[in-house]
């Protein structure tokens, strides 16, 4: 049986693959459709690897600003972003199909942007005065659009209660509640974050929702994460997204068992508590409690496998410093490690890599110049490189803080060989485990499990990988 080795995990690679019933290995990027357009990442590395797809943050313009969340607060459904123009996302969409890189797209059917200081100093005044990222208009609970202007009858408000259209009931921090709404705790008729929220229960603005997912789909995009979905209903949710054939839909989901009706009607879910078992495992706790992986099946109860999709980080999960309690690029190769065992374990349905850049700042977006507020990201691909400029594979834990730019954590070495590994050996029974606390010669802080009859990972934490298998036994092994 031939062994590949890379820091941290030995692994044997399986000869056959193992049949998928859906797209199991999605990326996440962060910004420019610019890059993908121009110098097919689908086509040189996500297609190639076996990546099934590729997820871009949301594409529809946009406030004016550098942070990341800029991007999460829509202004209308144009498709001229800080990523790229609407020619340009076209192009990717078309090249990553063409590669066999399916593409979802991060979509925001939930709210719209608050209203910038000019519009809060008009008060009801009739008025779009503030200006997007390409230079579209809106206001209050304004936007414009092909057809018309859409104003705050089609957002949830309080007109009912007191007259006001352009007030509504807040959901509250820290607590996440919303005591005001009519239910009491009803948060899918409040403002998240001060953010307006659509009222998708009436049929005009379902309309302008489909409209805009219609002209995804038609431009080739088959997949969907819906951000803030606890706060839009199952009935409403389900209205807006059946009325065309995605191959997959999942929502962003912070905790909590969802209703059954729900994963039938809307998807499945994103699930952290998956990689935050594996953070816990490899990075927080003691060695002695690493083979306690041997036995992850899922992350949060009541969510089972076959509905969620696991990440390890995603784009607003985000430290100052290095925390080895939570998981993301700058606790360096513990974190490299734990997103490799993620890709070898068998047991989870679909995982989710993440591609992201480096941050000091806890909201800045991605590196690159602004001007006026219309900020351009650096390409990944700077001139007429053949490679991409990202961060170096990790030999330490925690980085050191001086590297800027691109991280590319799908690219650290060992990653596309564990992605065709995982192919290979996804959902196939696990036969054999080795471990300290069952073979104490085994060693701590080192453990090995067999998958099926050939696909087999030895993981050693905070040390080499040489002899990694000698205490496994030439014969078993």
């Known amino acids: 049986m031939k062994r590949v080795a890379v820091p941290g995990l030995v692994l044997a690679r399986a000869a056959s693959l193992v049949e998928e019933g859906r797209p199991k290995l999605p990326w996440e990027c962060t910004e420019s459709n610019a890059d993908f357009a121009q110098f097919q990442e689908c086509a040189n590395y996500l297609g190639p690897n076996g990546f099934d797809a590729v997820q871009v943050s949301p594409v529809t313009e946009h406030i004016l600003g550098s942070e990341w969340f800029t991007k999460y607060q829509p202004i209308g459904f144009g498709l001229n972003s800080r990523s790229g123009s609407e020619g340009q996302f076209k192009e990717m969409v078309a090249k990553c199909r063409a590669a066999g890189v399916q593409v979802i797209v991060d979509v925001i059917l939930n709210h719209v942007a608050a209203p910038c200081q000019a519009a809060i100093e008009a008060g009801g005044a009739v008025v779009m005065p503030c200006k997007g990222w390409a230079g579209s208009p809106y206001g209050n609970r304004r936007i414009n ?28 921090e820290p607590s996440f509640t919303c005591p005001q709404s009519d239910p009491p705790g009803d948060c899918t008729q409040c403002d998240f974050k001060g953010l307006p929220d659509w009222n998708t229960g009436l049929q005009p603005t379902r309309d302008i929702l489909v409209k805009h997912l219609t002209e995804l789909h038609d431009l080739g995009v088959t997949m969907l994460r819906l951000d803030a979905a606890s706060y839009v209903s199952t009935e409403d949710l389900a209205a807006i997204i059946n009325q065309l054939p995605w191959d997959l839909v999942y929502q962003e989901w912070w905790g909590g068992v969802p209703l059954e009706e729900r994963s039938v009607a809307v998807g499945h879910y994103r699930d952290q508590k998956y990689g935050l078992k594996i953070t816990n495992a490899l990075g927080v706790g003691d060695a002695k409690y690493m083979p306690e992986l041997l036995n992850i099946s899922h992350g949060i109860d009541g969510i089972p496998p076959e509905r969620a999709v696991y990440p390890l980080t995603f784009h607003d999960q985000r430290t100052f410093e290095a925390d080895r309690f939570v998981p993301t690029f700058k606790n360096g190769l513990e974190f490299h490690q734990q997103q490799k065992f993620m890709l070898a374990w068998p047991e989870a349905v679909g995982v989710r890599l993440f591609g992201g850049y480096t941050f000091t700042d806890m909201d800045a977006g991605p590196p690159g110049n602004c001007g006026n507020g219309r900020c351009q990201p650096f390409p990944v691909y700077m001139f007429n490189d053949a490679e991409p400029r990202c961060m170096p594979t ?84």
């Open 394 to 477: 990790p030999t330490t834990s925690p980085l050191a803080t001086d590297y800027e730019g691109w991280v590319c954590e799908h690219r650290w070495e060992g990653i596309a060989g564990l992605v065709g590994f995982r192919k290979a050996c996804r959902g196939l029974p696990v036969t054999q485990t080795w471990s300290e606390s069952s073979i104490p010669s085994v060693g701590l802080g080192r453990f090995a499990f067999r998958a099926g009859p050939d696909c087999f990972v030895a993981l050693v934490r905070g040390g080499p990988t040489t002899g990694a298998t000698s205490a496994l036994g030439g014969s078993q092994a």
């Open 145 to 172: 659009s092909q057809d018309g202007w859409k104003g705050p009858e089609l957002f949830h408000n309080r007109q009912a209660i007191d007259g006001n259209l352009l007030g509504n009931c807040p959901v509250e």
